[in-house]
Protein backbone atom coordinates (compact mmCIF):
# COMPACT_ATOMS: atom_id res chain seq x y z
CA UNK A 1 0.00 0.00 0.00
CA UNK A 2 1.43 3.11 -1.11
CA UNK A 3 -0.33 5.37 1.11
CA UNK A 4 0.23 3.31 4.08
CA UNK A 5 4.52 2.77 3.03
CA UNK A 6 4.22 7.14 2.93
CA UNK A 7 2.44 7.48 6.40
CA UNK A 8 5.87 5.03 7.75
CA UNK A 9 8.26 7.27 6.10
CA UNK A 10 6.74 10.75 7.13
CA UNK A 11 6.18 9.16 10.82
CA UNK A 12 9.11 8.17 11.10
CA UNK A 13 10.74 11.27 9.64
CA UNK A 14 13.12 13.50 12.07
CA UNK A 15 13.76 16.47 9.53
CA UNK A 16 11.17 15.90 6.97
CA UNK A 17 10.63 18.78 4.57
CA UNK A 18 7.77 19.59 2.55
CA UNK A 19 7.91 21.68 -0.96
CA UNK A 20 4.37 22.19 -2.11
CA UNK A 21 3.05 23.77 -5.72
CA UNK A 22 -0.64 24.92 -6.97
CA UNK A 23 -2.13 21.78 -7.16
CA UNK A 24 -2.58 21.66 -3.27
CA UNK A 25 -4.81 25.03 -3.65
CA UNK A 26 -6.86 23.56 -6.18
CA UNK A 27 -9.48 22.02 -4.16
CA UNK A 28 -9.53 25.52 -2.36
CA UNK A 29 -10.39 26.90 -6.06
CA UNK A 30 -7.41 28.76 -6.94
CA UNK A 31 -6.80 26.84 -10.29
CA UNK A 32 -3.42 25.66 -11.31
CA UNK A 33 -0.73 26.99 -13.77
CA UNK A 34 -0.69 23.63 -15.75
CA UNK A 35 -2.50 20.08 -16.21
CA UNK A 36 -6.27 20.23 -17.05
CA UNK A 37 -7.82 23.86 -16.70
CA UNK A 38 -4.69 25.68 -16.00
CA UNK A 39 -3.98 29.16 -16.13
CA UNK A 40 -1.06 28.61 -18.76
CA UNK A 41 -3.54 26.79 -20.99
CA UNK A 42 -5.36 30.00 -21.53
CA UNK A 43 -2.59 32.51 -21.75
CA UNK A 44 0.90 32.31 -22.38
CA UNK A 45 2.96 33.01 -19.22
CA UNK A 46 5.70 34.54 -20.76
CA UNK A 47 3.05 37.73 -21.54
CA UNK A 48 0.94 38.14 -18.93
CA UNK A 49 3.83 37.33 -15.79
CA UNK A 50 6.53 38.29 -17.29
CA UNK A 51 8.41 42.05 -15.58
CA UNK A 52 8.64 43.04 -18.64
CA UNK A 53 4.73 42.77 -19.57
CA UNK A 54 4.27 44.32 -16.39
CA UNK A 55 6.90 47.33 -17.10
CA UNK A 56 5.26 48.13 -20.24
CA UNK A 57 1.35 47.92 -19.39
CA UNK A 58 0.20 46.96 -15.53
CA UNK A 59 -3.06 47.69 -16.81
CA UNK A 60 -2.86 44.84 -19.18
CA UNK A 61 -0.93 42.72 -16.09
CA UNK A 62 -4.08 43.92 -13.89
CA UNK A 63 -6.73 42.98 -16.04
CA UNK A 64 -5.66 39.17 -16.12
CA UNK A 65 -4.19 39.05 -12.12
CA UNK A 66 -7.87 40.79 -11.24
CA UNK A 67 -9.95 37.58 -11.45
CA UNK A 68 -7.16 35.36 -10.27
CA UNK A 69 -6.68 37.82 -7.33
CA UNK A 70 -10.11 37.53 -6.73
CA UNK A 71 -10.58 33.71 -6.16
CA UNK A 72 -7.44 33.77 -4.18
CA UNK A 73 -8.30 36.46 -1.69
CA UNK A 74 -11.69 34.83 -1.07
CA UNK A 75 -10.17 31.25 -0.82
CA UNK A 76 -9.48 28.80 2.79
CA UNK A 77 -7.38 25.83 3.24
CA UNK A 78 -8.27 22.69 2.09
CA UNK A 79 -7.74 19.47 4.15
CA UNK A 80 -4.74 18.96 2.31
CA UNK A 81 -2.82 22.59 3.57
CA UNK A 82 -4.74 21.66 7.17
CA UNK A 83 -3.04 17.92 6.87
CA UNK A 84 0.32 19.64 6.64
CA UNK A 85 0.09 21.79 9.43
CA UNK A 86 -0.80 18.90 11.40
CA UNK A 87 2.46 17.07 10.45
CA UNK A 88 4.26 20.07 11.55
CA UNK A 89 2.45 20.64 14.71
CA UNK A 90 3.27 17.12 14.80
CA UNK A 91 7.01 17.44 14.44
CA UNK A 92 7.12 15.50 11.10
CA UNK A 93 7.68 18.33 9.10
CA UNK A 94 10.37 21.26 10.00
CA UNK A 95 8.57 23.78 6.91
CA UNK A 96 6.51 23.57 4.29
CA UNK A 97 8.31 25.64 1.16
CA UNK A 98 6.05 26.54 -1.49
CA UNK A 99 6.03 27.94 -4.48
CA UNK A 100 2.37 29.50 -3.99
CA UNK A 101 1.44 32.87 -3.09
CA UNK A 102 -2.06 32.28 -1.46
CA UNK A 103 -1.06 32.50 2.07
CA UNK A 104 -3.38 29.14 2.71
CA UNK A 105 -0.65 27.28 4.44
CA UNK A 106 -0.05 30.41 6.98
CA UNK A 107 -3.87 30.20 7.36
CA UNK A 108 -3.69 26.80 7.98
CA UNK A 109 -1.84 27.14 11.09
CA UNK A 110 1.51 26.30 9.30
CA UNK A 111 4.24 27.78 11.21
CA UNK A 112 7.45 27.53 8.87
CA UNK A 113 6.73 28.75 5.49
CA UNK A 114 8.93 29.57 3.23
CA UNK A 115 7.72 31.03 -0.18
CA UNK A 116 10.01 31.02 -3.08
CA UNK A 117 8.24 32.73 -5.16
CA UNK A 118 6.65 35.55 -3.33
CA UNK A 119 3.32 36.50 -1.83
CA UNK A 120 0.37 38.07 -3.54
CA UNK A 121 -1.35 39.20 -0.73
CA UNK A 122 1.08 42.37 -0.54
CA UNK A 123 1.71 44.82 -3.01
CA UNK A 124 4.28 47.41 -3.63
CA UNK A 125 4.93 50.29 -5.31
CA UNK A 126 7.74 50.18 -8.05
CA UNK A 127 8.25 54.02 -7.82
CA UNK A 128 8.01 55.07 -4.04
CA UNK A 129 8.52 51.26 -2.53
CA UNK A 130 5.19 51.78 -0.34
CA UNK A 131 3.21 48.49 0.54
CA UNK A 132 -0.22 48.15 1.02
CA UNK A 133 -2.57 44.99 1.46
CA UNK A 134 -3.75 43.09 -1.96
CA UNK A 135 -7.30 43.53 -0.58
CA UNK A 136 -7.24 47.10 -0.63
CA UNK A 137 -5.39 47.63 -3.80
CA UNK A 138 -8.05 44.40 -5.13
CA UNK A 139 -11.41 46.42 -3.54
CA UNK A 140 -10.31 49.78 -5.86
CA UNK A 141 -9.45 47.76 -9.41
CA UNK A 142 -12.80 48.36 -10.88
CA UNK A 143 -12.50 52.02 -10.52
CA UNK A 144 -9.25 52.13 -10.85
CA UNK A 145 -7.31 50.75 -13.73
CA UNK A 146 -4.42 50.23 -13.34
CA UNK A 147 -4.51 51.32 -9.50
CA UNK A 148 -2.61 53.54 -8.08
CA UNK A 149 0.13 53.87 -5.27
CA UNK A 150 -2.21 55.78 -2.02
CA UNK A 151 1.33 57.77 -1.34
CA UNK A 152 3.01 58.81 -4.52
CA UNK A 153 0.28 57.92 -7.02
CA UNK A 154 2.17 56.13 -9.38
CA UNK A 155 1.20 53.07 -11.38
CA UNK A 156 3.28 50.49 -11.21
CA UNK A 157 2.10 48.77 -8.29
CA UNK A 158 3.07 44.99 -8.45
CA UNK A 159 1.97 42.41 -6.13
CA UNK A 160 4.82 40.69 -4.50
CA UNK A 161 5.38 37.70 -6.18
CA UNK A 162 8.25 36.69 -8.66
CA UNK A 163 7.59 37.44 -12.40
CA UNK A 164 8.83 35.58 -15.12
CA UNK A 165 12.45 37.80 -15.52
CA UNK A 166 12.92 38.89 -11.53
CA UNK A 167 15.28 37.29 -9.28
CA UNK A 168 14.09 35.00 -6.72
CA UNK A 169 13.85 36.09 -3.09
CA UNK A 170 17.38 35.15 -2.05
CA UNK A 171 17.21 33.94 1.47
CA UNK A 172 13.94 32.00 1.02
CA UNK A 173 16.04 30.13 -1.44
CA UNK A 174 18.93 29.37 0.72
CA UNK A 175 16.99 28.57 3.67
CA UNK A 176 14.72 26.13 1.58
CA UNK A 177 17.69 24.26 0.16
CA UNK A 178 19.77 24.55 3.39
CA UNK A 179 16.46 22.13 4.72
CA UNK A 180 16.80 20.28 1.69
CA UNK A 181 19.98 19.28 2.27
CA UNK A 182 18.86 17.85 5.96
CA UNK A 183 15.70 16.23 5.06
CA UNK A 184 15.56 12.78 5.70
CA UNK A 185 11.89 12.77 4.07
CA UNK A 186 10.85 15.15 1.05
CA UNK A 187 7.25 15.20 0.58
CA UNK A 188 6.24 16.69 -2.81
CA UNK A 189 2.38 17.60 -3.19
CA UNK A 190 0.92 19.49 -5.80
CA UNK A 191 3.79 20.32 -8.38
CA UNK A 192 4.07 19.74 -11.66
CA UNK A 193 8.32 19.88 -11.03
CA UNK A 194 8.83 22.12 -13.84
CA UNK A 195 9.83 25.39 -12.65
CA UNK A 196 13.79 25.80 -11.53
CA UNK A 197 15.06 26.34 -9.25
CA UNK A 198 12.24 25.41 -7.14
CA UNK A 199 12.55 21.65 -8.84
CA UNK A 200 16.39 21.47 -7.85
CA UNK A 201 14.84 21.28 -3.92
CA UNK A 202 13.73 17.54 -4.22
CA UNK A 203 16.77 16.77 -5.88
CA UNK A 204 19.30 18.17 -3.57
CA UNK A 205 17.47 16.34 -1.23
CA UNK A 206 17.07 12.87 -2.73
CA UNK A 207 21.08 13.43 -3.42
CA UNK A 208 21.74 14.22 0.31
CA UNK A 209 19.90 10.83 1.00
CA UNK A 210 16.11 11.92 1.98
CA UNK A 211 13.22 9.60 0.29
CA UNK A 212 11.26 11.42 -2.08
CA UNK A 213 7.39 10.74 -1.39
CA UNK A 214 5.17 12.48 -4.52
CA UNK A 215 1.78 12.97 -4.01
CA UNK A 216 0.16 14.60 -7.34
CA UNK A 217 -2.73 14.06 -9.52
CA UNK A 218 -0.32 13.94 -13.02
CA UNK A 219 2.73 12.30 -13.29
CA UNK A 220 6.01 14.50 -12.69
CA UNK A 221 9.86 14.17 -14.29
CA UNK A 222 10.99 12.75 -10.90
CA UNK A 223 8.23 9.98 -10.12
CA UNK A 224 11.20 7.55 -10.90
CA UNK A 225 13.57 8.88 -7.95
CA UNK A 226 10.86 8.60 -5.70
CA UNK A 227 10.42 5.89 -3.25
CA UNK A 228 6.81 6.67 -2.77
CA UNK A 229 4.18 7.93 -5.92
CA UNK A 230 0.61 8.72 -5.11
CA UNK A 231 -1.39 9.93 -7.82
CA UNK A 232 -4.23 11.59 -5.94
CA UNK A 233 -5.56 14.42 -4.69
CA UNK A 234 -3.50 16.50 -2.08
CA UNK A 235 -7.01 17.19 0.11
CA UNK A 236 -7.69 13.65 0.20
CA UNK A 237 -4.75 11.89 0.36
CA UNK A 238 -2.70 14.30 3.04
CA UNK A 239 -5.62 13.55 5.83
CA UNK A 240 -5.49 9.72 4.98
CA UNK A 241 -1.55 9.87 5.68
CA UNK A 242 -2.13 12.22 9.07
CA UNK A 243 -5.14 9.51 9.83
CA UNK A 244 -2.67 6.53 8.95
CA UNK A 245 0.70 7.90 11.60
CA UNK A 246 -1.86 10.01 14.56
CA UNK A 247 -5.29 8.04 14.47
P1 LIG B 1 1.60 23.61 -11.84
O1 LIG B 1 0.31 24.20 -12.25
O2 LIG B 1 2.72 23.59 -12.82
O3 LIG B 1 1.38 22.11 -11.39
C1 LIG B 1 0.35 21.76 -10.51
C2 LIG B 1 0.31 20.25 -10.43
O4 LIG B 1 -0.68 19.92 -9.48
C3 LIG B 1 -0.09 19.58 -11.75
O5 LIG B 1 0.88 18.58 -12.06
C4 LIG B 1 -1.43 18.94 -11.45
O6 LIG B 1 -1.58 17.68 -12.05
C5 LIG B 1 -1.40 18.80 -9.94
N1 LIG B 1 -2.70 18.86 -9.26
C6 LIG B 1 -3.84 19.50 -9.64
N2 LIG B 1 -4.79 19.36 -8.71
C7 LIG B 1 -4.26 18.61 -7.72
C8 LIG B 1 -4.74 18.14 -6.46
N3 LIG B 1 -5.97 18.39 -6.04
N4 LIG B 1 -3.90 17.39 -5.70
C9 LIG B 1 -2.64 17.11 -6.12
N5 LIG B 1 -2.14 17.54 -7.29
C10 LIG B 1 -2.92 18.28 -8.08
O7 LIG B 1 2.00 24.35 -10.48
P2 LIG B 1 3.44 24.53 -9.84
O8 LIG B 1 4.28 23.31 -9.97
O9 LIG B 1 3.22 25.11 -8.50
O10 LIG B 1 5.55 30.41 -10.92
O11 LIG B 1 4.04 25.66 -10.78
C11 LIG B 1 5.28 26.19 -10.49
C12 LIG B 1 5.33 27.64 -10.86
O12 LIG B 1 4.93 27.83 -12.22
C13 LIG B 1 4.37 28.53 -10.09
O13 LIG B 1 4.83 28.89 -8.81
C14 LIG B 1 4.29 29.72 -10.98
C15 LIG B 1 4.12 29.04 -12.31
O14 LIG B 1 4.54 29.75 -13.42
C16 LIG B 1 5.60 31.73 -10.77
O15 LIG B 1 4.59 32.40 -10.73
C17 LIG B 1 6.98 32.27 -10.66
Not at 1 to 22: D, F, K, P, S, V
Not at 52 to 72: I, Q, T
Not at 168 to 188: E, G, S, T, W, Y
Amino acid sequence: MTIQRAAELIGGARHGLALTGAGVSAESGIPTFRGAGGLWTRYDPVKVASIEYFMADPSAYWNVSKDRGRVALAARPNPGHHALAALEAGGRLVAVVTQNTDGLHQDSGSRTVIEVHGSSRTVQCLDCGNREPRSEVQARLDAEMPPRCGICGGTFLKPTVVLFGEPLPQAAIQQAFALARQADVMLVVGSSLVVYPAAEIPLVATRSGAKLIVINAEPTPFDELAAVVIRGKSGEVLPEIVELIDG
